[in-house]
DNA sequence: TTAATAATCACCCAAACTTCGGTATAATTT
DNA sequence: AAATTATACCGAAGTTTGGGTGATTATTAA
């Protein structure tokens, strides 16, 4: 019988010492291999067909475009390609930037060879490896905020207008009149300094108001 | 010296011998101790004020009041209050109805010792534990749909209406007539079958479009 | 390489909906 | 008692939406 195949995997990072590491410790296993290290998105790019990847661990720091705009461009190029980010930082925006531009992990460079390994693992399982910190980030992201300014019938309305909702949907749905719903609205508007619909969905998702 | 104080857990959970059996479980560790443990939970809010947990481990399906619902009593009473919800369910729509409801753990009634336990360690470090399956349904969701209906040009249209821009805005941020602005959102509003920007948004973030 | 299709851009009009600026009362909470 | 919340109404001004029409530029397929 045939060994199963290794999966393929590309390495971008423009340290050259920690591509090298990298790509010693994933060609140490007998499940993955590397196809590919290159110092910039770019040229990976260029090569993607070439290199078909199942995995790349992705740099964000990179000379050229970044890391994100990189995964943004794999992932649509090439669907099926998991992309890991490997990166010293976990501030917030630049993870979900990171998750949004289509990334299924994000561990940090300083893993070592087990990490690594497990990461890429975990990958092939279907699962998402990540940090404890970025893990709670992200969990930390759908909770809703406490210190809302807005009521709580302010929040229900404002929670169907992010459904889609119009007045009159709104103040049937809640047995109240059309003007009493449009007041919670001017005060919802007043409150969050906005004065759309629109406005006020955009705020209340940044301030995880609903 | 004096031992570091037991983290206080409540258990609330319909099952009598799997509620015994986790209590068990969690006393055996020196680093938690079991205050309360429930059938349901309205018992356990009842007695939130004396309990004072620092963790709930909260089941979902529930006589009375369902974990989902009670999470949200029980976060809203008691904000430092951590809950991991038990469950037998990965169901995608309730994993992420506990998220928003407060949960920062989702892990299966499945759990032995082992991964119990270290769900608890896992919450006490400030992480989130959670099943690889959860870790990648959570990170899926940020993930932006490949099979979008949307043109390019009407995706970052409907991105600047969901950020809560106008048409007047749209057109100038784009450099296009406010008519065009208008004609791309006549043929979003078509693709997508609704008829207002709320709407828009809301499909938008339902399909992952943006 | 042409033909067809998709994408982007632009304008008009009328109807519908939303927003802003007021005013006001009852019920609840502090 | 005072403050907050939830309820309700009016009218004017502004924005959005629906139904058309049509042209120019990619992009794809035959």
Same mark, same amino acid.
């Given at each position: 019988?045939s060994?199963?195949t290794?999966?393929?995997?590309?390495?971008?990072?423009?340290?050259?010492?920690?591509?090298?590491?990298?790509s010693?410790?994933?060609n140490?296993?007998?499940?993955?291999?590397?196809?590919?290290?290159?110092?910039?998105?770019?040229?990976?790019?260029?090569s993607?067909?070439?290199?078909?990847?199942?995995?790349?661990?992705?740099? =964000?720091?990179?000379?050229?475009m970044n890391g994100?705009?990189? +995964? %943004? @461009?794999?992932?649509?190029k090439s669907n $099926?390609? !998991?992309?890991?980010?490997?990166?010293?930082?976990?501030?917030?925006?630049?993870?979900?930037e990171?998750?949004?531009a289509?990334?299924?992990?994000?561990?940090?460079?300083?893993?070592?060879?087990?990490?690594?390994?497990?990461?890429?693992?975990?990958?092939v399982?279907?699962g998402?490896?990540?940090?404890?910190?970025?893990a709670?980030?992200?969990?930390d992201?759908?909770?809703?905020?406490?210190?809302?300014?807005?009521?709580?019938?302010e929040?229900? =309305?404002?929670?169907?207008?992010?459904?889609g909702?119009?007045? +009159? %949907? @709104?103040?049937?749905?809640?047995?109240? $009149?059309? !003007?009493t719903?449009?007041?919670?609205?001017?005060?919802?508007?007043?409150?969050?300094?906005?004065?759309?619909?629109?406005e006020?969905?955009?705020?209340?998702?940044?301030?995880?108001?609903?």
């Open positions: 019988m060994l199963p290794k999966k393929r995997v590309v390495i971008i990072e423009d340290d050259q010492e920690i591509r090298e590491s990298f010693l410790i994933v140490s296993s007998q499940r993955f291999a590397v196809v590919g290290a290159y110092g910039n998105c770019e040229d990976a790019i260029a993607l067909n070439r290199d078909k990847p199942e995995i790349v661990l992705m740099d =964000i720091e990179l000379p050229g994100i705009k990189g +995964t %943004q @461009i794999i992932r649509d $099926s390609t !998991e992309v890991i980010m490997v990166t010293v930082y976990e501030d917030s925006d630049l993870v979900f990171a998750l949004k289509g990334a299924s992990g994000y561990i940090t460079k300083s893993a070592n060879y087990t990490e690594l390994l497990s990461a890429l693992e975990e990958i399982r279907g998402a490896p990540m940090s404890s910190r970025i709670r980030m992200v969990i992201n759908y909770h809703i905020n406490p210190n809302s300014p807005l009521t709580k019938r929040t229900t =309305i404002l929670q169907l207008i992010s459904e909702k119009t007045y +009159t %949907q @709104i103040s049937e749905e809640l047995f109240i $009149s059309k !003007e719903a449009k007041t919670h609205i001017k005060n919802i508007y007043s409150k969050l300094q906005v004065n759309s619909k629109s006020a969905i955009a705020k209340a998702n940044h301030d995880k108001l609903i």
